[in-house]
Nanobody, 127 residues
Framework: QVQLVESGGGLVQAGGSLRLSCAAS????????MGWFRQAPGKDREFVAA????????DYADSVKGRCTISRDNGKNTVYLQMNNLKPEDTAVYYC????????????????????WGQGTQVTVSS
């Protein structure tokens, strides 16, 4: 399995921006579809965004659409989540996830469809 390490979280004021990074180990990163999920205190883990192996297909949760962009650099084994116009409700631990099964837009929003997970990075948005 691929090992994932997130970075880039922090404290930011509402309206600000952050770019999260997820570095993956191994030489097969380009064969994985990647996703970002988040979990706020007392809430279930929820889908944020996903990207296919080549970066040509992306999906977003309605709550972040237009404010977030997922991208990947297969040469650097890294996937990114650019978050703009952050809101207090974006406060959560953000997790990177990976899986080698085929990318299906109708299923990537389900956390059980990702087999590898990072430890998470905290994002806190103050009002």
């Amino acid at each position: 399995q691929v090992q994932l390490v997130e970075s880039g979280g922090g404290l930011v004021q509402a309206g600000g921006s952050l770019r999260l990074s997820c570095a993956a180990s191994g030489r097969t990163f380009s064969t994985y579809r990647m996703g970002w999920f988040r979990q706020a205190p007392g809430k279930d883990r929820e889908f944020v965004a996903a990207i296919n192996w080549s970066g040509t297909t992306t999906d977003y949760a309605d709550s972040v659409k237009g404010r977030c962009t997922i991208s990947r650099d297969n040469g650097k084994n890294t996937v990114y989540l650019q978050m703009n116009n952050l809101k207090p409700e974006d406060t959560a631990v953000y997790y990177c996830a990976a899986d080698r099964r085929p990318y299906i837009s109708g299923s990537v929003y389900l956390s059980q469809n990702f087999g590898s997970w990072g430890q998470g990075t905290q994002v806190t948005v103050s009002s």
